[in-house]
């Protein structure tokens, strides 16, 4: 079992240009769902996908978007990047979207924006 | 709005000490409540969640609706529980999502 992958490891940008993350969720699993982990802060809540359809969205502007394909693997896009947009994307999978899922993280994209 | 509080950025204990790392939380509703620990240079991985009422690597957590707590808990800790630790808070919305606390880095001293 790989686990969840995500690509790439590291990406530097500058601001104003866009950006997209990829993931890869375990085998058999049909939710991904995206955080934003800032240094030093708890990982914070973008969007959740289950079945291809956008089942959750956290408090993020618009330039923030998610998709997930037929085989279930997911893209999170950021246009018109910031600073601030700074931070570890980690991509999460689960097999259900139950409220007491366990969710299994990916190791996580690095986003720096200068 | 939902709120995971983890006051202690940093606790360091010795080998062999009690440990209890504190998590409490705000919410109206009957929330899931996590542990999520990330070893270093390991990924964010599941602890224990307070539904299964289960002791992982020794460590237990018990909710406390009254005080809305879900502290960390382990009699005697081990070298190879340094890392750090995120209580999360997950609630009936129809989606898996978590609500993180800012973590706590646990050291433990030989």
């Known amino acids: 079992d790989a686990g969840v992958t995500q690509s790439p490891t590291h990406l530097i940008k500058t601001r104003g240009q866009h950006v997209t993350l990829r993931c890869s969720p375990i085998?058999?699993?049909?939710?991904v769902s995206w955080y934003q982990q800032v240094l030093g802060q708890g990982p914070q809540f973008i969007f959740q996908?289950?079945?291809?359809?956008?089942?959750g969205r956290g408090n993020f502007p618009d330039r923030f978007s998610a998709r997930q394909f037929p085989n279930y693997s997911s893209e999170l896009n950021v246009n018109a990047l910031l600073l601030g947009d700074s931070a570890l994307y980690l991509c999460?999978?689960?097999?259900?979207?139950?409220?007491?899922?366990?969710?299994?993280f990916g190791s996580g994209t690095q986003l720096s924006v200068l | 709005a939902q709120r995971v509080t983890q006051p202690e950025k940093l606790l360091s204990v010795f080998k062999g000490a009690p440990v209890e790392l504190k998590c409490n939380y705000s919410?109206?509703?009957?929330?899931?409540l996590f542990w999520y620990v990330q070893y270093s240079r390991q990924r964010l991985q599941l602890l224990l969640r307070?539904?299964s009422r289960e002791s992982i690597k020794g460590f237990t957590a018990d909710l406390n609706k009254g005080e809305t707590s879900f502290h960390l808990k382990k009699p005697f800790a081990q070298e190879e529980d340094s890392a750090m630790y995120y209580c999360?808070?997950?609630?009936?919305?129809?989606?898996?999502?978590?609500?993180f606390g800012k973590g706590t880095m646990l050291l433990v001293s030989p």
């Open positions: 999360a808070l997950s609630f009936n919305s129809g989606y898996s999502t978590l609500t």
């Open positions: 085998s058999g699993h049909k939710s």
């Open positions: 919410y109206s509703g009957s929330p899931e």
């Open positions: 999460a999978s689960s097999g259900t979207v139950a409220t007491n899922e366990k969710l299994f």
């Open positions: 996908y289950y079945e291809k359809e956008e089942r």
């Open positions: 307070h539904i």
